[in-house]
């Protein structure tokens, strides 16, 4: 490192936003291929039953041919596991703009998540996905200093070239003497009481779907809370689980003699472990001793597992009839092993707009302490007597046209 760039290592500059600002609208080729190229039962089931969703809709064909949709289709984040890289081959040129972190040696959080989806993906799918980056703005920091906010956009178009959907993430990077400022947390975890765990095994138990009977817009009140969920308490095994359905989303694929060849071209992603044995760094989410060398009191669960969480609550409350719009969600706790979540909802408002029927919900997720660990808000349309849900367009036809839109949005 020269004695220039020593100098800046950790330091939010103007050069770094700059360098970050060249990267808007440029495709950034995927690292790894997708868990799934294509939708299908088993596919689609693993990954339901991997976040305890048994929904007929996603689970069994024969339910799922009487539905409007006339098939199976994927969960809404199922997108996660798939995408076919739809960056083109870069030249030398974006290869050196894409070389390296403008913001190296700052910390680096994911502050949201945001969904939009247009279309399911159906049984036979198969998705490509164009990633680049959107938006980079410079903030003052609560704790003083300053923080660039650079947000990332995912866009997923089916086989036949239509819009599915968008993945919209924004991370916060601070300079980690500010980031040093913001308060510990102190996590304190009792074992639960049978009594405790009889109210949890009480509320699986009563949880409902609405399924094939039709949630009317005309029925929906503001005020109305959904029926809660459950998950938890988390352990270890919930985390294998979400991984045989979701899989390794940073890590590459394989094992043994597969992981040996990754690992020599990339290293830094397998830190070794207490035998000097090479590991995955994502196992920080089920191994004790790695997340306390990292400074966390205890493994944690992945924010797209919260994420699916949340859509869960909604797909069951609109039911089969019903389309799940947009989702937004910050995350702002750790949800450690041994914790619960209470999955939350209440209606907000409802509108009719330019022919949808939508309802706007507020939701979170809540642990057993009481924490909010991410809020969230959701805009679902429902079926009215007066007519089915027709599904919303995208901004866009295409991926240029989206990434061309997003650039737009974001430079207002």
């Not at 490192?1 to 609208?25: H, K």
């Not at 689970?59 to 199976?72: I, K, N, Q, V």
């Not at 289709?73 to 199922?78: G, H, K, R, Y």
């Not at 992981?259 to 830190?271: E, M, Q, S, T, V």
Request: charged share 25%; net charge negative; proline share 8%.
């Amino acid at each position: 490192m020269t004695q220039e760039r020593t100098a800046t290592f950790g330091l939010l500059t103007d050069e770094a936003i700059e360098r970050s600002r060249l990267r808007l609208g440029v495709p950034k080729p995927q690292p790894n291929p997708p868990h799934n190229y294509e939708v299908t039962w088993d596919g689609v089931r693993h990954f339901a039953f991997g976040y305890g969703d048994d929904n007929p809709l996603y689970c069994d064909p024969e339910h799922a041919a009487s539905t409007r949709w006339g098939g199976l289709i994927a969960p809404p984040t199922f997108l996660y596991t798939m995408g076919e890289d739809a960056a083109p081959k870069p030249d030398a040129e974006t290869k050196a703009l894409l070389k390296g972190d403008p913001f190296a040696g700052l910390g680096s959080y994911q502050a949201v998540m945001e969904y939009e989806w247009w279309q399911p993906l159906r049984l036979g799918d198969r998705c490509r996905v164009l990633q680049t980056q959107v938006g980079v703005a410079l903030k003052p920091s609560r704790f003083g200093g300053r923080t660039a906010h650079v947000t990332q956009d995912y866009l997923y178009a089916n086989g036949r070239g239509e819009m599915h959907a968008v993945r919209r993430g924004a991370w916060i990077n601070a300079e980690r003497h500010t980031s040093k400022k913001r308060s510990t947390e102190a996590l304190v975890q009792q074992p639960y009481t049978p009594e405790e765990l009889a109210e949890i095994d009480a509320a699986y138990a009563a949880e409902t779907r609405r399924g094939a009977v039709p949630r009317w817009w005309e029925d929906v009140e503001i005020g109305d809370v959904l029926q809660p969920k459950v998950k938890g308490p988390l352990t270890t095994t919930d985390v294998v689980v979400w991984h045989l359905g979701w899989g390794m989303q940073l890590t590459p694929p394989g094992a043994f003699k597969i992981a040996a060849r990754i690992r020599r071209k990339a290293p830094g992603l397998y830190p070794p472990n207490p035998l000097n044995i090479p590991d995955t760094v994502q196992r920080l989410h089920w191994e004790p001793e790695r997340a306390r060398e990292l400074g966390l009191p205890n493994p944690y669960d992945y924010g797209g597992m919260r994420e699916t969480w949340l859509v869960h609550l909604l797909t069951d409350w609109i039911g089969d009839d019903g389309w799940l719009w947009k989702l937004r969600c910050e995350h702002r706790k750790f949800n450690y092993l041994g914790d619960t979540t209470w999955v939350r909802g209440e209606v907000v408002d409802k509108r009719k707009i330019d022919g949808r029927n939508e309802v706007h919900l507020e939701v979170r997720c809540e642990n057993q302490r009481g924490e909010i660990t991410t809020p969230g808000t959701a805009v679902v349309l429902l079926p009215s007597r007066d007519g089915a849900v027709e599904l919303p367009a995208p901004p866009a036809p295409d991926l240029d046209g989206m990434v061309a839109h997003e650039l737009a949005r974001f430079s207002v």
